[in-house]
């Protein structure tokens, strides 16, 4: 089975950049026709879908956080990453990477990670 696992800092200074890495297991990134997400639940807070990158390359963002957003792959390493710009508190968070299957969904996330940003 396809395996996520996400790594990265833990604690972010406000204002500086949140960077993330997904590395994938089990499954190419570039398969089609499989797209590769980030999500993130804030605490207490419900799933928010930020950006994904789909197995062509192609990119997607949310609206509220494509200014801030940026996410890349490296395929040699089967990985993709995530950079969110300018963190607040407000972006404290539990951040998963998953893939995206069309007509199924989100079939397989990883443990997700524990990001907090400093006040």
């Known amino acids: 089975q396809v395996q996520l696992q996400e790594s990265g800092p833990g604690l972010v200074k406000h204002s500086q950049t949140l960077s993330l890495t997904c590395t994938v297991f089990?499954?190419?990134?570039?398969?089609?026709?499989?797209?590769w997400s980030w999500i993130r639940q804030p605490p207490g807070k419900g799933l928010e879908w930020m950006v994904f990158?789909?197995?062509?390359?192609?990119?997607y963002y949310s609206p509220s956080l494509k200014s801030r957003t940026s996410i890349s792959r490296d395929t040699s390493k089967n990985q993709f990453s995530l950079q969110l710009s300018s963190v607040t508190p407000e972006d404290t968070a539990v951040y998963y990477c998953?893939?995206?299957?069309?007509?199924?969904?989100?079939?397989?996330w990883g443990q997700g990670t524990q990001v907090t940003v400093s006040s």
């Open positions: 990158i789909g197995y062509d390359g192609s990119t």
């Open positions: 998953a893939r995206e299957f069309r007509t199924v969904g989100y079939d397989y």
């Open positions: 089990g499954g190419s990134i570039t398969a089609s026709h499989y797209a």
